[in-house]
């Protein structure tokens, strides 16, 4: 099977030989330092440097897919929220958030991804790389609702307007997520085979299960609905320790569920029968870890059932090339005949 192939075919929950590894970019990004210093232009702003760069990133680890952007601050910044580019050592950042009130950012009309920001760029980017690459899955990114609504106002500004004016906060995911939705159009139609929706912020610990029902699932399950309508698969990653989440996200249909290292493989599985799970190799042991224990964490969530094996989270800047290729390396010699 082609790397594109395989993607696509356990998304659709079909058999397959062995299980694909990726790491999809965006918050889940490979763009090491070492890797980054060998771009000839700006990595962030222009699509062709981007494009190439995220050709790098496949040959130099090994990793199945290619994927852009390099960072989780594409989207805030159109809608007015000060972004810091960094360079090949340092991630962007936003230093000045967009607004101080939900109704600055949902009065306004919806960026347009054509022509704010580098909104664009990463258009321009996976145009290229779909046009380049037609046997390995080009993979579009959307930082998720609650992470992207607090990269535009102050995060505990957010957090105290859920128990106080929790209608402002509904009206401010809706838009976000409108504006999310037609971001992923765009990329879709850009030539992106698959659509990974990030969202750290909205962990159990941070919002718990209650507030992850109300505000978080009902724009998770829309944007995959549309991501799916649109004809790419979906991927939807959840950071921290998410057990007190898995009976919402047992909810969303149609979409691979990508855990940190805190969770239980074994026992995501059986809570969510039919999803594929993605994940959870720790990237502390990506980065400081040896080769052998890479490979045994990689045999281990293999033995747990996960059908895409990936990092964890978002990988260290610094982590050694050598270890993620231990990671695609293991993976590749696998074989889903002798699964437990």
């Known amino acids: 099977m082609t790397e594109k192939e395989r993607l696509l075919s356990c998304l659709a929950g ?6 694909p590894v990726i790491c999809p970019g965006g918050m889940m990004s490979a763009a090491t330092t070492e ?59 936003v230093t000045a958030y967009a607004a101080r009130e939900p109704a600055d950012i949902t009065e306004h009309p919806f960026p347009d991804p054509q022509k704010e920001g580098r909104l664009p760029v990463v258009l321009e ?25 607090t990269s535009v106002i102050d995060p505990m500004k957010i957090f105290r307007l859920m128990r106080k004016k929790r209608e402002d906060i509904h009206l401010l995911f809706s838009y976000l997520t409108e504006y999310l939705i037609s971001y992923a159009r765009m990329q879709i139609a850009a030539g992106a085979d698959v659509i990974t929706i990030a969202d750290p912020t909205a962990t159990g610990e941070i919002l ?61 599985k059986e809570e969510l029968e039919g999803f594929p799970l993605m994940g ?10 040896t080769p052998d224990r890479i490979a045994r964490a990689v045999k281990n969530s293999f033995d747990c059932g996960v059908e895409i094996i990936s990092p964890a989270c978002g990988i260290s800047l610094q982590t050694p090339l050598n270890n993620l290729r231990t990671l695609t390396g293991a993976v590749k010699g696998l074989n889903n005949d002798d699964r437990p």
Request: glycine share 8%; aromatic share 4%.
């Open 125 to 149: 980017a996976i145009s290229i790389l779909a046009r380049r690459n037609t046997e390995t899955p080009v993979i579009g990114n959307l930082t998720g609702p609650v992470s992207l609504a």
């Open 14 to 19: 079909k058999k397959i030989e062995r299980p």
């Open 35 to 93: 890797i980054l210093r060998k771009a000839k232009g700006n990595f962030h702003t222009d699509p062709l440097v981007m494009a190439e760069t995220a050709e790098e990133i496949r040959r130099a680890t090994g990793f199945e897919n290619l994927g852009v952007p390099f960072c989780m601050t594409v989207e805030a910044e159109p809608l007015g929220s000060v972004v810091d580019l960094g360079d090949a050592a340092v991630e962007p950042s």
């Open 208 to 268: 718990g299960g209650v507030n992850f029902r109300e505000f978080v699932s009902p724009c998770l399950i829309r944007l995959v609905k549309e991501i799916r309508a649109a004809g790419a698969g979906a991927i939807v990653h959840i950071c921290g320790d998410a057990a007190v989440l898995l009976a919402e996200l047992n909810k969303i249909k149609g979409a691979a569920l990508s855990f940190d290292s805190l969770v239980n493989m074994r026992h995501a």
């Open 280 to 289: 959870n190799i720790s990237t502390q042991l990506l980065h400081q870890g």
